[in-house]
């Protein structure tokens, strides 16, 4: 089964990706051995050791100690704060993640805690917000 993936790019990633594309092509002129996007110091493809390193990495240079970090926590993270904040539903989520099954998504839910949950609801309650024009607007 073939599934589009949809992938966002924010202006501030396009910059960063812009940039990396610079380089990427200044210093891999002549030995780049992957079509891969990322790559190794080496030109090759980074296996899923090099980009789990990577994102440990990325979490010690932004503080985060004490806590598991990795491309399953960060993608797990990017959910429920995804659907805390009420501006992305369950569906959409689903396909930026790029899982074939909405039911694959809703595993996420199960970890949200009963005061995430009422957060929800508040945040996303029209009697809650009855004063807020700029929600009902868009």
């Known amino acids: 089964m073939n599934f589009l993936r949809i992938v966002f790019i924010s202006p501030v990633l396009k910059k960063i990706l812009n940039k990396y594309d610079r380089l990427r092509k200044q210093y891999f002129q002549a030995i780049v051995t992957s079509d891969n996007y990322f790559l190794t110091y080496q030109g090759s493809e980074m296996s899923n050791v090099a980009l789990y390193n990577v994102i440990v990495e990325a979490g010690k240079r932004a503080g985060i100690e004490n806590v598991r970090c990795s491309p399953h926590t960060f993608r797990h993270f990017y959910s429920i704060q995804s659907l805390m904040s009420g501006k992305l539903d369950i569906y959409s989520l689903s396909r930026l993640l790029g899982h074939s099954d909405i039911g694959i998504t809703q595993r996420y839910l199960q970890s949200l805690t009963d005061e995430q949950l009422i957060?929800?609801?508040?945040?996303?309650?029209?009697?809650?917000?009855?004063?807020?024009?700029?929600?009902w607007e868009n």
């Open 119 to 135: 957060d929800k609801a508040v945040a996303s309650s029209p009697l809650m917000n009855i004063n807020n024009k700029k929600q």
